[in-house]
């Protein structure tokens, strides 16, 4: 018995009277396409030419010329008028060239050309990250957020969205979180400035960018803090500045070395109240003294307060913009560390003759983060929740930093010298300066524990060594135990 075949519909063609292309040669090239693809498959049966020019409202004259060419070309077996039918046996160069646009579409084998710029960028590392493990960097304490809360006011927000949530806010943020944000700021940190002058972006990292992007020019010098954050060095690398490594000493960055180094700074990156990674406080005496450097050359101060909230040993510190007389100070936080990363919120605070030309950046690049989540962001700081949360995340984190330093001590004795320190969520554990703390830290990812090498956060020659252990999101009973993992690695040391 014969083989049983069916017809082929061909409805859903779409051809275009308006293009260059001839009807007839239109249609064949859309069914040799569906031919090599496979969706028509050997042997299929096509429609009668009669029967295809009624469906696609076109002249039979039309489906006979693309027809009679795809059968010259060894597409289609049979006859018209007999029945056409896919070729059992494609020509080899059609395989060939299927196989060849198989290959090219599954396996890139041409490396692809970028700019200097994007060479530069995808070059770029970065330190940050939010693995769960012990004893990784930056990560709060998850668990005990208020998540129904949280929730609640979400909903509460999306139940009657208001028109404007939907079409887009003011590119400099939602006007009652910016609101809310100046009286908490205010308050907690002696942030001096009105609604106006805050900006919300998607998270810290964005800020730095927008920063790069408004105040430096390629070739441009700017200070940074030796060692420090990698995120601030990365972002200004890509605007093409020129970075000027300045050590720290016991008061902070030494602006007599900086001087030295380089006279002509544009900017000045400093995180005053908490250094990063070394938790130096910047004295009163040396935010003054920097203040009056800026002035003097007429350069900016980039403030990263990341994570003063929490301190644990009075109040926290003020911030240094709130002594700034000239609109020096452009200062920038963010809710990843007091909430939650994934939130992508955050914000800066922009000398007054800075608002117009950052919003006009501002809505080039994304216009806003998410309305909504802004909005639940404004009831949650208004309604007392964020205070709420921090005091308790203080007091947890105060507590496992003890945790810590108990389990370093009894278990890896002097190997390591781990000290208290009065703020943050991490800790700097100083190594002997012969040490290898960059093989130290990938001994340690073999026993499941994150502890970044403190040479990675320099950019000359590391002139301390050790390793940064992130305690706030580890739970109490994890800490002793990946404390004893730690151990396992310096027994190859």
């Known amino acids: 018995m014969a083989k049983r075949t069916t017809a082929v519909h061909f409805a859903v063609l779409s051809l ?3 293009a260059t292309a001839p009807l007839y040669r239109q249609l064949y090239f859309a069914i040799r396409e569906a031919i090599l693809a496979g969706q028509l498959q050997p042997s299929a049966r096509l429609p009668s030419t009669r029967a295809l020019a009624k469906d696609l409202g076109l002249s039979r004259n039309t489906t006979v010329a693309a027809y009679e060419q795809l059968l010259a070309e060894g597409y289609l077996d049979g006859r018209i008028g007999a029945g056409s039918y896919v070729s059992k046996v494609l020509p080899e160069a059609l395989l060939q060239a299927r196989r060849a646009s198989k290959t090219s579409a599954d396996h890139q084998t041409v490396a692809p050309k970028l700019s200097q710029r994007g060479a530069m960028l ?15 960097l930056g990560l709060p304490e998850l668990a005990r957020f208020p998540f129904e809360d949280w929730a609640r006011l979400l909903a509460r927000r999306w139940r009657r969205p208001p028109r404007d949530f939907l079409a887009g806010v003011d590119p400099i943020g939602y006007r009652p979180l910016r609101e809310a944000l100046a009286d908490y700021l205010g308050a907690a940190r002696a942030v001096t400035c009105d609604p106006e002058q805050i900006l919300i972006v998607s998270g810290a990292q964005q800020a730095l960018d927008l920063v790069a992007r408004a105040l430096i020019d390629p070739g ?18 890509a605007a093409g500045a020129t970075l000027t ?8 960055i030494d602006i007599e070395i900086g001087r030295k180094l380089a006279a002509d700074a544009r900017l000045i990156c400093v995180s005053p109240s908490h250094q990063y990674p070394l938790g130096i406080t910047m004295t009163l005496k040396r935010r003054l003294e920097l203040l009056d450097w800026a002035s003097d050359t007429d350069a900016f101060v980039l403030e990263d307060d990341y994570d003063s909230e929490y301190r644990y040993a009075g109040r926290p510190l003020a911030a240094m913009q709130g002594l700034d007389k000239e609109g020096r100070i452009i200062y920038i936080g963010s809710f990843s560390k007091v909430m939650f990363p994934g939130l992508r919120i955050g914000y800066m605070v922009m000398p007054k003759a800075l608002i117009e030309p950052f919003r006009a950046i501002r809505r080039l690049l994304d216009s806003h983060p998410s309305s909504v989540a802004q909005a639940a962001l404004a009831d949650f700081i208004a309604e007392g929740y964020l205070t709420s949360h921090i005091r308790r995340m203080r007091a947890l984190y105060a507590e496992r930093q003890k945790i810590l330093l108990n389990a370093v001590e009894s278990t890896l004795g002097d190997r390591i010298q781990l000290a208290r320190d009065d703020a943050g969520m991490h800790l700097v554990g100083y190594l002997p300066t012969a040490t290898d703390d960059t093989a130290l830290s990938r001994r340690a990812e073999a026993f499941d524990v994150v502890v970044p ?9 590391a002139q301390q060594k050790g390793l940064l252990f992130g305690y706030a999101g580890v739970p109490d009973q994890e800490i002793g135990r990946a404390v004893t993992r730690l151990a396992a690695a310096f027994m190859d040391d």
């Open 16 to 18: 275009d009277p308006s």
């Open 122 to 136: 995808a070059r770029l590392q970065s330190q940050r990250g939010s693995s769960p493990k012990a004893f990784s």
């Open 220 to 237: 441009d010098t700017v200070w940074v803090e030796e060692p420090g954050f990698n995120g601030t060095w990365n972002a200004l690398l």
């Open 245 to 252: 490594p300045v050590p720290l000493d016991k008061e902070g």
């Open 453 to 461: 090498p403190l040479s990675a956060f320099y950019r000359g020659m």
